[in-house]
């Protein structure tokens, strides 16, 4: 039997729900009432997600000529995607009545929901996710944009989707690395808002693409994030905030930006970033030193790094630091825990300090 459970994004006129099911039933019946209504829909993926679910789209009611596959990877958030994307609305007139579908991960959501917002200065938009990080993170907030050769997500918009479909069984496809690295997005959740959760996760043996856990752990987290971003939309609260959901992210950009991107996925460098955020956290006298050993127990048990696999240069790190775009008035800003579940925003951290934590991981 097929579950179906929903969730709605409260942001009034820009409300949205977030529908949990196993079965496509929520996605046909949005498919079906669209062409009823003789809107006319187009669907951005990449060429991994579509090779490894062939069948999905079609099965929901979409046809093969309304899908655009892009290459897949990161270097698909660029300008010329970009272009290429918007030319695939405009060259089949598409007029202000078009919906867009973004099928696949962060990276094809962040682009769909920038050319949705941008083509015909904003369309309808809707969310697939196909990763774990996507259906957690990504897909749920209404963050769009590309990256350009200068840095990551330098252009983009804040566009809300209409609607996010998660099913968990798409995962059953993504690769082993690709799974985990969505895990250091859970575990965040856990410590930066849930220590409930946190415990939870602690008790599950090992969180599998099937795991009878899954579903409930990704309902969890979106329910958190969908918190987080209704109280703070644009991210602009002076303190706390959508802000939070970067615990661990000054670090893990730092070591995406030195390590070379790719090198280390995404999550991978979150995983080494929450250990830091945590001996961060207990560096300012908030946690106590057993939380260390304890937040790296369940990482590790992720098969995600605490460590980095070489060392990187300190000196780099913290220039790369120096330039993240949450910083205000030429600060540095982390966020740490006061307590496992309990995370704010700290602005007077001494370099020194950080200089010492990246030792602890490995940089140099
Ligand atoms: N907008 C936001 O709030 C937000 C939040 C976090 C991250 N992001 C962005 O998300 C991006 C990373 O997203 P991601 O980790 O989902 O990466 P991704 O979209 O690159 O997907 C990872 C890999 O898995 C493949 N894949 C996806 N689904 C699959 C499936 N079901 N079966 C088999 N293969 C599958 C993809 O082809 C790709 O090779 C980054 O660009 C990051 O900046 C955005």
């Not at 209504?37 to 993926?45: E, F, K, M, Q």
């Not at 790296?296 to 995600?304: G, H, Q, S, V």
């Amino acid at each position: 039997m097929s579950t179906t459970a929903q969730l709605t994004v409260e942001l009034a006129e820009r409300a949205y729900p977030i529908h949990f099911s196993d079965s496509l039933n929520p996605l046909q019946k949005d498919v079906a009432a669209l062409r009823a209504a003789n809107r006319s829909i187009r669907v951005l993926s990449d060429a991994k997600v579509l090779d490894a679910q062939p069948d999905i789209l079609v099965k929901a009611g979409f046809k093969r000529e309304e899908i655009l596959s892009l290459p897949s990877g990161e270097t698909t958030k660029s300008i010329e995607h970009l272009s290429q994307s918007l030319s695939f609305l405009a060259t089949d007139s598409m007029n202000r009545d078009c919906s867009l579908f973004a099928f696949g991960g962060g990276v094809i959501g962040d682009l769909a929901g920038y050319v949705a917002a941008s083509y015909l200065r904003g369309i309808d938009f809707y969310q697939i996710p196909t990763t774990l990080l996507s259906m957690v993170d990504s897909s749920v907030g209404g963050k769009t944009g590309i990256n350009l050769p200068e840095g990551k997500n330098l252009v983009g918009a804040f566009w809300q989707p209409k609607a996010v479909y998660i099913n968990t069984a798409l995962l059953e496809t993504l690769p082993p690395r690709e799974f985990a690295a969505g895990l250091a997005e859970v575990i965040k959740y856990g410590m930066l808002y849930d220590l409930d959760f946190f415990k939870e996760l602690e008790k599950v043996n090992t969180l599998t693409a099937n795991a009878p856990e899954l579903a409930g752990v990704v309902r969890r987290c979106c329910a958190i994030k969908a918190e987080i971003v209704v109280n703070d939309e644009k991210e602009t609260a002076s303190s706390g905030g959508r802000a939070l959901l970067n615990l661990g992210h000054t670090f893990a950009h730092a070591i995406e930006n030195v390590a070379g991107y790719g090198h280390y996925l995404h999550g991978e460098a979150v995983a080494i970033g929450l250990n830091l955020a945590t001996q961060l956290s207990v560096k300012l006298g908030q946690l106590k030193a057993a939380d260390i050993d304890r937040v790296k127990a369940l990482i590790e048990r992720c098969n995600l790094p605490t460590q980095l696999h070489n060392p990187l240069s300190i000196i780099e790190l913290m220039a790369a630091m120096q330039k993240d775009k949450k910083n205000r008035a030429g600060k540095l800003r982390f966020v740490s825990m006061q307590t496992i579940g309990e995370a704010i925003t700290t602005e007077e951290v001494d370099y020194a300090l950080i200089e010492s934590l990246w030792q602890e991981v490995g940089a140099k």
